[in-house]
Each structure stands twice: as structure tokens, then as C-alpha cells.
Nanobody
Framework: QVQLVESGGGLVQAGDSLRLSCAAS?????MAWFRQAPGKEREFVAA????????KYRDSLEGRFVISKDNAKNTLYLQMTSLKPEDTAVYYC?????????????????WGQGTQVTVSS
């Protein structure tokens, strides 16, 4: 069993930066961040391999968002910069028990409860 707890969300202004954290208990493999805005489907943000040496990003976010992990702390991070109002969403971390990075949410078996990020203009 893997339990995931996100933190670090909040209300920020456009152009600000924010770092999300996801504390994991249990053995983690490929991990990812997804987000879901009101009335929209959950969408892929970024994924990272177990070792942290391979990453995958949503094309439109690469360059502004950086995914990383600290295996010693079993914690996943998402550094977000130059935030825009359209980044407003609930952000979820997820884990899958396999090594391939994927942007398909149905491939992830463990999810956190989410943390709200609101970007004002």
C-alpha cells in the first residue's frame, strides 16, 4: 500500500512561484502530478521515474514546471514558476507500480487527496 499526502498549495498572484510537495509512505515507483480544474477533466502535468533520472512533461508546461523527488525523504515535488490564472486547479500526486512513465491517469493506482492552487490575475 502507498499513501500520498500533498501540501504546498495556496492562493498566489500571476507571475508568482509555488512548490508543491507529496509525502509518500510505502514503496514508490513512477510518480506523477496531475491537475483538475472545475468542470474539466483531470490532466497530466509531469511524471518522474523511480530513480529521478527520467522525466516527462505536458508539452505546454515544460519550462515553467519542474518535477523532482527526494528518495531519502520519499517525497515528490513540483516547482511551479510564472504561474498563470489558467494554472488554477486541484493538484494531485499519483504513483504507479511500474517503471514506464505515462500521462494516462488510469495507469496510476495510488492518489493523494489533492491540494488547491489558485492563481489570481
Amino acid at each position: 500500500q502507498v499513501q500520498l499526502v500533498e501540501s504546498g498549495g495556496g492562493l498566489v498572484q500571476a507571475g508568482d512561484s509555488l512548490r508543491l510537495s507529496c509525502a509518500a509512505s510505502g514503496r514508490t515507483f513512477t510518480m506523477a502530478w496531475f491537475r483538475q480544474a472545475p468542470g474539466k477533466e483531470r490532466e497530466f502535468v509531469a511524471a518522474i521515474s523511480r530513480t529521478g533520472d527520467t522525466t516527462k512533461y505536458r508539452d505546454s508546461l515544460e519550462g515553467r514546471f519542474v518535477i523532482s523527488k527526494d528518495n531519502a525523504k520519499n517525497t515528490l515535488y513540483l516547482q511551479m514558476t510564472s504561474l498563470k490564472p489558467e494554472d488554477t486547479a486541484v493538484y494531485y500526486c499519483a504513483n504507479r507500480g511500474a517503471t514506464a512513465l505515462t500521462d494516462d491517469p488510469s495507469r496510476y493506482g495510488y492518489w493523494g487527496q489533492g491540494t488547491q492552487v489558485t492563481v489570481s490575475s
